[in-house]
T-cell receptor, first 116, second 114 residues
């Protein structure tokens, strides 16, 4: 069965600290996609990144970076020099290929609080 | 930009009422989804639709039904609302067929069943 686990329920940091959000996944597919979404207090989930299973290159986008390691089935997300606006719930998700309908399986979410 | 609009941000209903949650998207997406979000459980898929009049059960369909009469609109129906259906409901849409297509979400409807 496919599964996504975000073991950190809540994380609290002080502004300018670096923070890493963990994501571990399970799948029997050899081809799959991983995603991160951000849910600010407004409620609407916003897409951050997508990574396919054949591309293990780490990615950096401004203060955000992602570390994909197939050997440990992990897709961790790091925010460098965190800011108050980074406070949100962050979800990791895995695509399910069987039905080819774009269904995503989400982790439990990690609530990040960045204090000034 | 894709816009997914959910009709209500907050909704309060009584146990036993029939409840309709409406979702409209404006980018001609084939796929539409209803998730519910509960603390500690993340997002769980209730139903999804990959075409007009087509629907498939997700992981937790019990107590819910859906309707997709037009491509842009996907309705979630609680036939007889119960207190355990108090939750945040999120609608999403995506392009057809590709597993790597990202989902576009609405802002959610916080439903309270009293």
């Amino acid at each position: 069965a496919q599964k996504v686990t975000q073991a950190q329920t809540e994380i609290s940091v002080v502004e300018k600290e670096d923070v890493t959000l963990d994501c571990v996944y399970e799948t029997r597919d050899t081809t799959y996609y991983l995603f991160w979404y951000k849910q600010p207090p407004s409620g609407e989930l916003v897409f951050l990144i997508r990574r396919n299973s054949f591309d293990e290159q780490n990615e950096i986008s401004g203060r955000y970076s992602w570390n994909f390691q197939k050997s440990t089935s992990s897709f961790n997300f790091t925010i460098t020099a965190s800011q108050v606006v980074d406070s949100a719930v962050y979800f990791c998700a895995l695509s399910e290929l069987a039905s080819n309908t774009g269904k995503l399986i989400f982790g439990q979410g990690t609530t990040l609080q960045v204090k000034p | 930009d894709v816009k997914v609009t959910q009709s209500s941000r907050y909704l309060v209903k009584r146990t036993g009422e029939k409840v309709f949650l409406e979702c409209v998207q404006d980018m001609d997406h084939e796929n539409m989804f209803w998730y519910r979000q509960d603390p500690g459980l993340g997002l769980r898929l209730i139903y999804f639709s990959y075409d007009v009049k087509m629907k498939e059960k997700g992981d937790i369909p019990e107590g819910y039904s859906v309707s997709r009469e037009k491509k842009e609109r996907f309705s979630l129906i609680l036939e007889s609302a119960s207190t355990n259906q108090t939750s945040m409901y999120l609608c999403a849409s995506s392009l057809e067929g590709a597993p790597h297509e990202k989902l576009f979400f609405g802002s959610g409807t916080q439903l309270s069943v009293l």
